[in-house]
């Protein structure tokens, strides 16, 4: 499985454990099953409503290639996006 990037000033251990381990599950389960996308990469993460993670996150997704998917998951009241770049 890939080790998903900490990126720039964006790092998780502040985040609950809950949220953490659920977001880094759907993009491992996107990584395995490919979600019906070819040549995944760059993935990214970020909670919502956190200026710093989300500038971190927009500036991984345009730095990527072709096409982009993102998705959000709340745990426990909290919302995290989650997304990768894809194709060529």
């Not at 996107?30 to 989300?54: C, F, I, L, P, Q």
Request: glycine share 8%; hydrophobic share 30%; aromatic share 12%.
């Amino acid at each position: 499985m890939t080790s998903f990037p900490e990126y720039q000033n964006q790092t998780m251990k502040s985040w609950p454990p809950e949220l953490r381990a659920a977001v880094l599950a759907k993009l491992a389960e996107h990584e395995k099953y490919g979600s019906g996308y070819e040549y995944m990469d760059n993935y990214r993460y970020a909670r919502v409503g956190n200026a710093t993670e989300e500038a971190a996150f927009e500036k991984a997704e345009r730095s990527g290639c072709c096409g982009s998917f993102t998705e959000e998951i709340t745990v426990n009241a909290t919302t995290a996006k989650l997304g990768f770049n894809h194709g060529h």
